[in-house]
C-alpha cells in the first residue's frame, strides 16, 4: 500500500510569511483509475466543423496546429466528435456546390443556424488534419423535414468514404433525444419514451450498417465499426439512459462507449459566478457524481465519456466561459473525471462560442485566435501525460474542499505529477469587470506541502499555469509558453518576460509549492518517485 500525506499550510499574502497549520490524509496508487488514451479531446458544432477544419483547398493550420499541441503532450491527437445541435438539423442536398448552407432563426438560437443544408463539400473537411479520428454525427431529430431518411442513407455513405478506416473514431446517430419532445421546437410528441427512441435507434444504425455494407464493408470490423450512444444532454431530462438499455438500446452490441453530456449550469441562470459555479470543486463533483451515479446504475461493460461537456450550455456567457477562471475550472472537472472513471471528455465548441477552446476563423462577432480554456486544457493534457498514468484525487485535510484541490498521476505504482489547483478568485481588474483600473489588492498565496515521499532529497520541476487574474481574458501561459495565433499560428512560442525553469525540492522526504490565487501548477517528478 503507497501513501502520500498531504500537509496544508494556511494562508498568507504573497510575498509574506504565511501562517501555517498542517493536517494529514492518505491516498494510494492502488486506488488511482487509468483513463483512456486522447482523454482531453473535443466536440466541434456539426455547423460550424468546416470553419474549424477548412477544406482540401484551404485547410485551417491553426486549428491543426493546436490539435498538435495536445498530441505532443498526450502521445495522441484528440478525438473530435462533430455533432451538436445542428446535426439533427442537417439536410443533404447533393446539387450545393458548397459545404455548408445555413440559416438562422434569432427566436431558436442567434448562435448557430437552425435549418441547414450540407453538400458533397461538407465531407472535404474530413481530410485536413492528419492523424485525428472523427466521430461523425449523422440526423435523428429530422428537424421536420421529410428528407431525414434520405439524408442519413446518403451521408452514411459519404462518411464512410470520406472517413475510412484511419480516421473514423466512431458513429454517432441523434444528439440530445432527451429533448426532442421538450425543446423550444420539439421534434417528438410529449409521450415521446425511452422504448420509442429505442424503435428508433435500432432502425436507424441498422439502415447505417446497412449502407456500410455495400459502400465501406472494410469498416464492419469489431475494430472499427460502432457507436458513441446514446448522446443524452444529461442524465435527468425526459429520457433516461437505464430505461434505454432495459428497453433494448444495445441489443445489436454495436455501441462501444457509454455517452452522455454534461454542463455545469447555464449562460443563462440566475447566479452564476466563477467563483460559486465554475471555480467550485464541489460543484463539479456533485456534477460529474451524477454520471458516476448513473453509470454504477446500467453497468454496460463498456468505457463511459462526456462526449459533450463545457462550463454553461448556451454556448457560454462572456465574462465567465472565456476568462482563465474557467481554464481552471476546465482542469480541475477533466482530471476530477478521469479520477471517478470518466473514459474520456470532449470539450464543446462552436464558431463564436463564448467556452470555446479557440475561434477558428475571424467573424464579426470574435476575432481569430487561442483563447483560456484551451490553457486548461494543454495543461490537464500534460498532468496526464503520455505514459497513460492512472489518476487519484488527494483530499487536503485542513483545506477548503471548494477551491484547494489536488491530485496525483501514477505509473507502475511510482508517482509522476501532482497537481495542484488553487482556486480561490482573484481578479485582475477592479471588481472583476475588465476595465482599466487594476485590483489594488495583492494576491494572496497558499502553501501546499506533500509529504509522504520515499526520496530523501530530489529536484522537481515546478510548472504554472499563468495569468494576472481569474478573470483575465488574454495573457495567459503554460509553463512559460505561448500558442496564441499571433505569435506563430498556435505553435508554441517560449515567453521571454515569464520565468521558466524553476524547481522545488524534496527534502527528508516532503516538497512545499506556493500556488497564487488563481493558479495551477504541476509537480514533475519526470522518471518519477517512489513512495514510502
Not at 429505442?198 to 456500410?212: F, H, K, P, Q, Y
Not at 493534457?381 to 484547494?404: I, Y
Amino acid at each position: 500500500m503507497y501513501s502520500l500525506i498531504m500537509l496544508l499550510a494556511q494562508a498568507g499574502l504573497a510575498m509574506a510569511n504565511p501562517m501555517s497549520c498542517s493536517v494529514g490524509s492518505t491516498a494510494s496508487a492502488a486506488d488511482a483509475i487509468q483513463p483512456l488514451g486522447g482523454f482531453i479531446s473535443y466536440s466541434i458544432e456539426f455547423s460550424s466543423f468546416p470553419d474549424f477544419a477548412g477544406n482540401t483547398s484551404n485547410p485551417n493550420n491553426f486549428s491543426n496546429n493546436l490539435l498538435e499541441n495536445l498530441g505532443s503532450l498526450a502521445g495522441i491527437k484528440p478525438y473530435i466528435r462533430v455533432g451538436g445541435n445542428t446535426q439533427d438539423y442537417a439536410i443533404y442536398n447533393p446539387e450545393l456546390t458548397i459545404a455548408i448552407n445555413g440559416t438562422f432563426n434569432d427566436s431558436r438560437s442567434p448562435d448557430y443556424p437552425t435549418t441547414i443544408e450540407i453538400g458533397p463539400a461538407y465531407f472535404e473537411s474530413y481530410s485536413t488534419w492528419p492523424d485525428v479520428k472523427f466521430s461523425h454525427g449523422f440526423n435523428l431529430g429530422g428537424n421536420h423535414d421529410d428528407r431525414q431518411w434520405e439524408t442519413l442513407l446518403e451521408t452514411a455513405a459519404l462518411a464512410c468514404k470520406a472517413l475510412g478506416k484511419d480516421k473514423l473514431y466512431l458513429w454517432e446517430y441523434g444528439n440530445e433525444p432527451d429533448f426532442f419532445a421538450s425543446s423550444q421546437s420539439p421534434v417528438r410528441a410529449s409521450n415521446y419514451n425511452e422504448s420509442d427512441y429505442v424503435a428508433e435507434w435500432l432502425n436507424g444504425t441498422r439502415a447505417i450498417r446497412s449502407v456500410l455494407e455495400e459502400t465501406c464493408p472494410d469498416l464492419l470490423g469489431n475494430d472499427t465499426y460502432g457507436y458513441m450512444a446514446p448522446s443524452f444532454a444529461g442524465t435527468g431530462y425526459h429520457l433516461r439512459a437505464p430505461r434505454a438499455w432495459t428497453d433494448g438500446l444495445d441489443n445489436d452490441t454495436d455501441i462501444k462507449l457509454f455517452s452522455s453530456h454534461n454542463y455545469i449550469s447555464g449562460a443563462e441562470s440566475l447566479g452564476v459566478t466563477l467563483q460559486g459555479t465554475l471555480m467550485n470543486h464541489t460543484q463539479t463533483a456533485a456534477s460529474v457524481g451524477a454520471h458516476v451515479a448513473e453509470n454504477a446504475t446500467i453497468r454496460p461493460g463498456i468505457p463511459y465519456i462526456l462526449g459533450e461537456t463545457n462550463s454553461l450550455y448556451s454556448q457560454g456567457r462572456p465574462g465567465l466561459s472565456n476568462a482563465f477562471g474557467a481554464a481552471l475550472w476546465g482542469i480541475d472537472f477533466a482530471v476530477y473525471s478521469a479520477s471517478v472513471g470518466i473514459g474520456r471528455v470532449h470539450f464543446h465548441m462552436g464558431t463564436d462560442y463564448r467556452y470555446a477552446s479557440w475561434q477558428p476563423v475571424a467573424t464579426s462577432k470574435t476575432a481569430l485566435g487561442t483563447k483560456p480554456p484551451y490553457y486548461g486544457n494543454v495543461a490537464a493534457a500534460f498532468f496526464l501525460g503520455s505514459d497513460r498514468p492512472s489518476v487519484g484525487a488527494l483530499p487536503l485535510d485542513g483545506g477548503d474542499t471548494e477551491t484547494d484541490v489536488a491530485y496525483a498521476a501514477y505509473a507502475d505504482d511510482v508517482l509522476k505529477r501532482i497537481l495542484v489547483l488553487n482556486l480561490r478568485a482573484y481578479n485582475y481588474t477592479r471588481n472583476g469587470t475588465d476595465g482599466p483600473d487594476l485590483n489594488p489588492d495583492p494576491r494572496p498565496a497558499r502553501t501546499y506541502q506533500f509529504a509522504g515521499l520515499g526520496a530523501e532529497a530530489g529536484t522537481v520541476q515546478v510548472r504554472r499555469l499563468y495569468a494576472n487574474g481569474s478573470d483575465a481574458v488574454t495573457g495567459i501561459a503554460w509553463d512559460g509558453w505561448s500558442y496564441n495565433y499571433e505569435l506563430d499560428e498556435g505553435r508554441p512560442v517560449r515567453l521571454a518576460n515569464i520565468t521558466t525553469g524553476e524547481t522545488a525540492q524534496v527534502v527528508d522526504g516532503a516538497i512545499k509549492v506556493e500556488v497564487p490565487d488563481s493558479q495551477a501548477v504541476v509537480l514533475d517528478f519526470g522518471t518519477g518517485m517512489a513512495l514510502r
